[in-house]
């Protein structure tokens, strides 16, 4: 085990250096983290989390089991990967056709959720704080705050940043607000774009 430093890392984890890895972030069994990844702080990576060359990983970020995190994707901060979940960075992969120079990335931004089992296609890029269903395959783009599930993933709802499931229809036209029974934090539906509306800063 390396403990006492800047993070943990069980004694089973094989750590390629040069990498960087943020302070109090935990790294458990039979983790492999290749050479020149950036791991953020306070991060925590389940029993058998694989991440490439070149990976960039923010702060706060959960990765559960059995997830392999491949070259070209980044997770900004506050990410949640569930256990299983599956990234790719070849559209078209054959073993007999090198493809490196045709990698293409995948962006999960801030406060986003995979689902267990779910897959992320290459190229897709998922929105502040989206969720994606256990078991979803994602093909494309997700706007922020979106739910979706299915295979292919599909639009079924919208999320608060706190992961409570939104009183907003799937409708584009129109606009319509919303506000979280749980958190009570405000938001409004324009076409298929969610955003949250924070109050006005009060004058005096």
């Known amino acids: 085990m390396k403990e006492g430093g800047a993070y943990f890392a069980h004694g089973s984890a094989l750590i390629d250096e040069p990498c960087s890895i943020g302070k109090g972030t935990k790294i458990w069994h039979f983790c492999h ?3 020149g990844t950036v791991i953020g702080e306070n991060c925590s990576l389940g029993q058998n989390v694989f991440v490439a060359s070149g990976c960039v990983i923010g702060n706060n ?3 559960q089991n059995n997830v392999s995190v491949y070259e070209g994707v ?3 901060d506050d990410v949640f990967c569930g256990p299983s979940s599956v990234f790719t960075n070849v559209d078209n992969p054959r073993s007999h056709v090198p493809r490196k120079n045709q990698y293409r990335p995948t962006l ?3 406060g986003a959720t995979i689902g267990a089992n779910a897959t992320v296609v290459c190229g897709a890029t998922l929105g502040r704080f989206s969720f994606v269903g256990a078991g979803a395959v994602v093909t494309r783009d997700v706007p922020d705050y979106a739910m979706v599930y299915g295979n292919p993933a599909r639009l079924r709802g919208w999320m608060c940043s706190c992961g409570v499931k ?3 229809s799937i409708a584009n036209d129109a606009s319509e ?3 979280c029974p749980t958190c009570q934090r405000r938001y409004c539906r324009k076409g298929l774009s969610v ?3 924070v109050p006005a800063r009060e004058t005096r």
């Open 195 to 197: 955003s949250e509306v």
């Open 61 to 63: 970020v959960k990765i």
């Open 177 to 179: 607000p919303a506000r």
């Open 33 to 35: 983290i290749m050479t």
């Open 166 to 168: 939104l009183g907003l």
């Open 74 to 76: 980044i997770l900004e």
């Open 108 to 110: 999960v931004q801030r």
